[in-house]
């Protein structure tokens, strides 16, 4: 089981949780295939994270050179004297897997604005200097 950035969701991921809302109505059942239409369709939720079966992102070295790759370094030297306190480690080790999926959540982006730039154009951007504005 993974929790991962709604970014990085790819059609035929299973969910190991459901989808829920705030008040606790279940928007997408544990279990479901992932396709392209639902995946949008989260999106549109403002869904940003979901938990699907096995583990189908290496978030290991995603978004190194990131702000939040920055924060999970820092994390060791901040939690420097907690290192006998069970508890302070497991904050330590929440916090640090919140930076990775946000951190891949943000090499993701940036790897889709990158794949969009260099795409062809249909000369549409050609009159605007290719900065797509």
Known sequence: ????????ARPGMKLARAVTRENGMTIMAEGMELTESLISRLENMKVDRITVQGNPVDMGGAGAGTVYAE???RLDHLFRRYGGDKWMMRVKDRMAQYFRIK???QEARRKAMEALDAEPGDGANGANGGNGQ
Request: proline residues 7%.
């Open 1 to 8: 089981m993974q929790k991962i950035p709604i970014d990085l």
């Open 71 to 73: 924060r999970i370094k």
């Open 103 to 105: 951190a891949a959540a």
